[in-house]
């Protein structure tokens, strides 16, 4: 494929220059933009950064964003192997939460451990059969796993604040209605040495399991096949309608398991401040990693780290924390645009000819 | 608004107004969204459209004085965020649905940050027309004061149908959207006609928007808009891509939403997020009788990335 040193050249451009200029596209926008609600550029981005990575503490905070985003990520990630935009984490982990909070109270007079594998097995359940139903429903009946998706995660969220709000109500939760707690202790603690919970390295394995096994096993490359041509696939004997399904169950255990550790490790309970916008942030954080599930863990951090400062910028500054959003709507729509920069020539290194040649 | 007064009958009073208060930002930003996608596009970023709408709608009305001139505003805010994302999604390898979100989110953030002062003023409001002048009873008199873009809505609903079959205009954004082949053969220009199929879109989603902060609740707030901005992009489906089914569809869609209080209102209180999320289930239930695998949803748009 790369057959001369102009042909790296052009691949390094790719990869190198293309990621510059999208970041500088990104601060130069974001420059205009503070310095139009009346702040410095300069401090605002040293905030950003001292907020998010700049301490101990900001890494700690940047974490704790991360971890639900790295499996949010996965959650549209992985069935994107497949072909399919899955735009319905949300609701997958919303329903991770009831169901991982449900069966820590089942569980409840075990040892903490049983209770812990209880709750974060039954969110991935609870996950993998709702995503899984868009598969599903794709495969055999032909409705777009995109709408259902989207469907089926608000129905989700409504289906937690009505158990929430209704039959699984904890009498004991006035101010905020939660089902019962799963016990102080079975939740889930903090990873050695940090202030960060142990659902930051589940996360983590999740991502590189999922990288390792669809970057170098024949289940990654017959997913990737059905993502390219089904038809294909299909002459080749597989299975699509397992295989569909099956893609869109792992991503939804993905945004389950998010979902049941928010229970496990943040809330105590299932309630509808898991629902925080998690599930869209992942839709993002899937198309910037370009659905690569490796790469779904940087971005996630990068996300993160993002959101954390935005607490920093707040307090320092006294402006909105809305500039935060704002500043992650420019990144993403600046960085999603960008995708139509790729794989075009931006400086004509071989000559049109030889190109031919070796595309004979 | 209890139904003491009335009895019983108190409650389908409620909910025919309530039903069409709620419905009708849901058939402004739905009969837009359906504008869009008759041309081959979609808009997932309605949402933050309509927030954007509220916000400068309300400052718009506030500055002014004039509610009119703030509706206005919504719909130009509105359909320059339709021209953004129209212009975005017109390069190639692009994915719109991506681009949506990110624009869903964008709006949300600078309406909130654009916002955060119009929180305490109260701006002028848009006034109802009382429809219920012939009756004694305060309860109907109340049911029938419809708002002016309501009205609007249904009027367009009925021009959109009108025009999707029998204008030039029309025949030309339904061929872009169904074949950009054809389309290109008859030398009719795609982009220039996606993209201002998508400000057009936008701007009645900034109106749609308008609404929330002009007239029900009448104010602006970060928790103003329940998705009714997603909810839309559902509805276009449910109602198969006709302007008059999206006029029923949110009629509908609005009285489940308006069953939830007004059930409220006589103490039963569990069942309202399962009505909200009725839209959702009917939709999904139309979706799953009326697709098969070997062809797509009768009446989509051909070159609509969401059914190809």
Known sequence: MRSSISDYGAWLLQRIWLPLTVALIILILFAAFVALIGQSPAEVSGLLYQGGFGSAFAWQNTLLRASPLILTGLAVAIPAQAGMVMIGAEGALALGALAGAVGGIALQGAAPHVVQAGVLLAGMLCGAVWVGLSGWLRNYRGVNETISSLLFSYIGIALLNYFVEGPLKDPDSLNKPSTRPIGDNNMIGNLPGMDVHYGLLIGVLFALISWIVLTFTTSGFSLRLIGGN???????????????????????AAAGLAGAIEVAAVQGSANASVVSGYGYTGILVAFMARQNALAVIPVAILIGGLEAAGGMLQRRLDVPDAVVLVLQGIAFVVIIASETLRGRQLFRLTPVAAKAGGAA | MTGSGLGLWGIPLEVLAGAIRVSTPYLLVSLGECITEKSGRINLGLEGVLVMGAMAGYATSLASGSPWLGVLAAGLVGALFGLLHGLLCSMPRVNDIAIGISIMLLGIGLAFLLGKPLIQPQAPTLGAIPFGFWSDSPQIRSALQINPLFLLGVLLAFVLHYAFRYTRWGMRLRIVGDSEDAARA????????????????????????????????????????????????ALVIFARWEPLRCLWASLLFGAAGALGPALQSIGITSAYYLLNAAPYFLTLAILIATCAPNRTLQGAPGELSLVR
């Open chain 1, 230 to 252: 089904v038809r294909a696939a299909q002459m080749a004997g597989l299975r699509v309608g397992l295989w569909v399904t099956g893609a869109a169950a792992m991503g939804g």
């Open chain 2, 186 to 233: 008859l030398g009719y220009p795609v982009l220039p006609t996606r993209i201002s199929a998508t400000m057009l879109g936008g701007f009645l989603a900034g109106i749609g928007g308008a609404f929330l902060s002009l007239y029900y609740p009448g104010s602006w707030n970060e928790g103003l808009s329940s998705g009714q901005g997603i909810i839309a992009v």
